[in-house]
């Protein structure tokens, strides 16, 4: 069967956002500790070690591919590459704290601010325009976060996340929007693999410098949890760089929201996470403003 290349790329936004469902599952568990009931008798690891131990694996896996396809390592876009490794790095840490301290669904959605923040740098960075319409999606995503935050005075919630966790949030999305601009930047220039690997250079001596401060050892099946989550978390890097080659971002970064639904699903179901008629309301308007704002962008891009 002949794929054209939007429609490749649509399958790897969708199998991108089924590994990194996959990831987060796992960063969750670990993230837990003992006070989940999933995995029994599982240490606590804070962030950092997290994106440390995707990172090494994420190095391995991309260096071997690298050396494979004799493509280089050292490449001239190095300011693009770099933006894109330190922002990722930046932007990961915070949004596994995240996880590790808000519901799965509601840490999701505030990353899925991410193409509203990179609309907003464009206008600062690259004077891009920003039209009234879309003005009206960013507002409506905002106010989307403002009915999950203000939930513990309208609504019957017992979540235990605070104002400060959806701050910490919406900067991993300020981070994650600056790394999703410098793909888009660097997709004329390198290779996909060669852009994954910047990651990992970048966040294993980033990321190494805090586990002298905290650090947790690994035993028994937490070596293969932590395997598992690097292995994963390539294969997502992978297939979403890859997408975003083959095709517009505005018409393919919609499917990636699917990772929202099977976020509540497993919060729900597995994480016990019930989230109020208000949050809910909220994720809404937050993933509806996000989808607005892609759709109509596209469409001004066209006519302009």
Same mark, same amino acid.
């Given at each position: 069967m002949? @794929?054209?290349p939007l429609q490749k790329g649509i399958i790897y936004i969708i199998l991108s956002g089924i590994c990194f469902v996959i990831v987060n599952f796992f960063v969750k568990i670990l993230g837990a500790g003992d006070q989940q009931d999933v995995i029994a008798n599982i240490q606590h690891y804070p962030a950092h070690e997290l994106v440390l131990a995707r990172? &090494?694996?994420? @190095?391995?896996?991309?260096?071997? =591919? &690298?050396?494979y396809r004799k493509l280089p390592v050292f490449v001239k876009n190095k300011k693009w590459l770099l933006i894109r490794g330190l922002s990722g790095t930046i932007a990961l840490t915070l949004f596994f704290y995240t996880f590790q301290h808000m519901p799965m669904a509601i840490a999701t959605i505030i990353q899925y601010l991410a193409p509203i923040f990179t609309v907003i740098l464009a206008l600062i960075i690259l004077k891009e325009k920003v039209k009234t319409i879309q003005w009206?999606?960013?507002?409506?995503?905002?106010? $989307?976060? $403002?009915l999950i935050a203000f939930d513990k005075f309208l609504g019957d919630s017992t979540l235990n996340f605070s104002f400060f966790h959806i701050g910490v949030g919406m900067i991993s999305a300020v981070f994650s929007g600056l %790394?999703?601009? %410098?793909? &888009? !930047?660097?997709? !004329?220039?390198d290779a996909p693999i060669t852009i994954v690997l910047y990651?990992?250079? =970048?966040a294993i001596p980033l990321m190494t410098i805090f586990c002298f401060w905290s650090f947790t050892f690994p035993s028994g099946i937490e070596w293969l949890l932590l395997l598992t989550l690097g292995i994963f978390t390539q294969f997502a890097q992978i297939f979403l760089t890859k997408a975003l080659h083959l095709g517009s971002a505005a018409t393919i970064t919609p499917f990636q929201y699917l990772g929202a639904i099977y976020m509540f699903l497993i $919060?729900? @179901?597995?994480?016990?996470?019930?989230l109020s008629f208000i949050v809910n309301i909220g994720i809404i308007l937050v993933l509806s403003g996000v989808l607005l704002n892609t759709v109509f962008g596209k469409r001004i891009r066209r006519v302009s």
């Amino acid at each position: 069967m002949y @794929f054209c290349p939007l429609q490749k790329g649509i399958i790897y936004i969708i199998l991108s956002g089924i590994c990194f469902v996959i990831v987060n599952f796992f960063v969750k568990i670990l993230g837990a500790g003992d006070q989940q009931d999933v995995i029994a008798n599982i240490q606590h690891y804070p962030a950092h070690e997290l994106v440390l131990a995707r990172s &090494i694996v994420s @190095f391995v896996m991309s260096l071997v =591919i &690298i050396k494979y396809r004799k493509l280089p390592v050292f490449v001239k876009n190095k300011k693009w590459l770099l933006i894109r490794g330190l922002s990722g790095t930046i932007a990961l840490t915070l949004f596994f704290y995240t996880f590790q301290h808000m519901p799965m669904a509601i840490a999701t959605i505030i990353q899925y601010l991410a193409p509203i923040f990179t609309v907003i740098l464009a206008l600062i960075i690259l004077k891009e325009k920003v039209k009234t319409i879309q003005w009206i999606f960013i507002l409506l995503s905002f106010s $989307g976060v $403002g009915l999950i935050a203000f939930d513990k005075f309208l609504g019957d919630s017992t979540l235990n996340f605070s104002f400060f966790h959806i701050g910490v949030g919406m900067i991993s999305a300020v981070f994650s929007g600056l %790394a999703y601009t %410098a793909v &888009i !930047k660097l997709k !004329k220039t390198d290779a996909p693999i060669t852009i994954v690997l910047y990651f990992p250079m =970048i966040a294993i001596p980033l990321m190494t410098i805090f586990c002298f401060w905290s650090f947790t050892f690994p035993s028994g099946i937490e070596w293969l949890l932590l395997l598992t989550l690097g292995i994963f978390t390539q294969f997502a890097q992978i297939f979403l760089t890859k997408a975003l080659h083959l095709g517009s971002a505005a018409t393919i970064t919609p499917f990636q929201y699917l990772g929202a639904i099977y976020m509540f699903l497993i $919060g729900y @179901f597995v994480f016990d996470e019930k989230l109020s008629f208000i949050v809910n309301i909220g994720i809404i308007l937050v993933l509806s403003g996000v989808l607005l704002n892609t759709v109509f962008g596209k469409r001004i891009r066209r006519v302009s």
